[in-house]
């Protein structure tokens, strides 16, 4: 049984930042952790992920240079510092794990991941 579970989200100005964190339980060794968005009336977009073999984060263009994964190995909890944050960052934020384990290479298609959490919102005002 995989759980995972974001808190975090929450309303900011554009410009601000917030810091969403992932913790996970469950078999996870081996597989690769990802979060991904969707805002209303838009697909699930990946956001970013960290490699299983070496634990190297790995980001969509479109957030590099302004979000941040970083992991806590002794809580077993994955976060997602982001800074800069933009109107058009509004949306549900998930954090996920693969759908296959030692994969090679970046998960970034969101039906390569299998089990989701929750969620958290995010709300960025002009």
């Known amino acids: 049984q995989v759980q995972l579970v974001e808190s975090g989200g929450g309303l900011v100005q554009a410009g601000g930042s917030l810091r969403l964190s992932c913790a996970a339980s469950g078999r996870t060794f081996g597989y690769d952790i990802g979060w991904l968005r969707q805002a209303p009336g838009k697909e699930r977009e990946f956001v970013g992920g960290t490699t299983w073999s070496s634990e190297v984060p790995y980001y969509a263009d479109s957030v590099r240079g302004r979000f941040a994964i970083s992991r806590d190995k002794d809580k077993n909890t994955d976060y997602l510092q982001m800074n800069s944050l933009k109107p058009d960052d509004t949306a549900m934020y998930y954090c996920?794990?693969?759908?296959?384990?030692?994969?090679?290479?970046?998960?970034?298609?969101?039906?390569?991941?299998?089990?989701w959490g929750q969620g958290t919102q995010v709300t960025v005002t002009s």
């Open positions: 996920a794990r693969s759908r296959e384990r030692m994969h090679a290479g970046e998960v970034s298609a969101h039906d390569e991941y299998e089990y």
